[in-house]
């Protein structure tokens, strides 16, 4: 089992930035690959970044390349998501997800086994 805890959202203007954390407990972190989604109201959930278990690989959704940047702390047990240049439509719910024993990346969430509750996320224009 992994439990995931998401911080860090809140209300910033566009053109703003935020830092999201998701802390994990239970099974090694290391072994883990993990993943940032988004979902909007009326929406589905949607693939924004991720990151393989040792860090050497991401991946990320195309309207967030060049703003958006993940990256862990496999000694805190803990993936970021440093959100820069916030536009309006980056407004969602933001979630985190774990892969077990995820070598690689994965952009959908089906691949991933736990999810965190979320935390929102709200640009204004």
């Known amino acids: 089992q992994v439990q995931l805890v998401e911080s860090g959202g809140g209300l910033v203007q566009a053109g703003g930035s935020l830092r999201l954390s998701c802390a994990a407990s239970g099974r090694t972190f290391s072994s883990v690959a993990m993943g940032w989604f988004h979902q909007a109201p009326g929406k589905e959930r949607e693939f924004v970044a991720a990151?393989?278990?040792?860090?050497?690989?991401?991946n990320y959704a195309d309207s967030v390349k060049g703003r958006f940047t993940i990256s862990r702390d496999n000694a805190k047990n803990t993936v970021y998501l440093q959100m820069n240049s916030l536009k309006p439509e980056d407004t969602a719910v933001y979630y985190c997800?774990?892969?077990?024993w995820g070598r690689g990346v994965y952009t959908t969430p089906s691949a991933y086994d736990y999810w965190g509750q979320g935390t929102q996320v709200t640009v204004s224009s």
């Open positions: 990151i393989s278990w040792s860090g050497g690989s991401t």
């Open positions: 997800a774990a892969k077990h």
